[in-house]
């Protein structure tokens, strides 16, 4: 069974500070994936990447960025994170086309 | 990406089988219909996916007319734990893809 590992369920930061969240899937999935679910806005995706140091943006990059030194991992960071980035982020790791399996988010609160 | 259409909310009660019915009018040929699962405060969980006539796992069935313009997520003997929101997503086999949740259908489940 796949197994998508986020590393915190709840986080809680402060305007300003640079946060990082962790993915880590136990495939070899070339593919993952990072989300953000917002109540009325559905699934958007903001970063993805196809293999080891490679990115691509996604629709809403604008204050993230990316990092995939090993094939099961990928971390999002948001630089200086913002109010309006508080959200529930979700990570997904697939091969090829095949469906995407999420881990179970984290909840995101910047204060 | 073809666009999707399904009801909003359904209810059902405990023990009777629930159909959604979803619509993707522009589906292509090299498409695949998928369905996930999502409860709250979780990641989106893979249910089935097919091309076409009908595709049954330990979950659920998936029932594809030969127009492919439609599908049926048919969820047998359901149960409280069935209540979620439920999406379906039209998505191409190669490479990766993008996947963009619409509002999905909100089930019910009663005792």
């Known amino acids: 069974d796949v197994k998508v590992t986020q590393s915190s369920r709840y986080l809680v930061k402060r305007t300003g500070e640079k946060v990082f969240l962790e993915c880590v899937q136990d495939m070899d999935h070339e593919n993952m994936f990072w989300y953000r679910q917002d109540p009325g806005l559905g699934l958007r995706l903001i970063y993805f990447s196809y293999d080891v140091k490679m990115k691509e943006k996604g629709d809403i990059p604008e204050g993230y960025s990316v990092s995939r030194e090993k094939k099961e991992r990928f971390s999002l960071i948001l630089e200086s994170a913002s109010t309006n980035q508080t959200s529930m982020y979700l990570c997904a790791s697939s091969r090829g086309g095949q469906p995407q399996h999420f881990g179970d988010g984290t909840r995101l609160s910047i204060l | ?111």
């Not at chain 2, 009018?25 to 409860?39: G, K, L, R, S």
């Open chain 2, 1 to 111: 990406l073809a666009k999707t259409t399904q009801p909003i909310s359904m209810d059902s009660y405990e023990g009777q089988e629930v159909n959604i019915t979803c619509s993707h009018n522009n589906i292509a040929t090299n498409d695949y219909i998928t369905w996930y699962q999502q409860f709250p405060s979780q990641g989106p969980r893979f249910i089935i996916q097919g091309y076409k006539t009908k595709v049954t796992n330990e979950v659920a069935s998936l029932f594809i007319p030969a127009d492919r313009k439609s599908s049926t997520l048919s969820l047998p003997r359901v149960s409280l734990s069935d209540t979620a929101v439920y999406y379906c997503l039209v998505l191409g086999k190669g490479g990766y893809n993008k996947l963009i949740f619409g509002a999905g259908t909100r089930l019910a489940v009663h005792p």
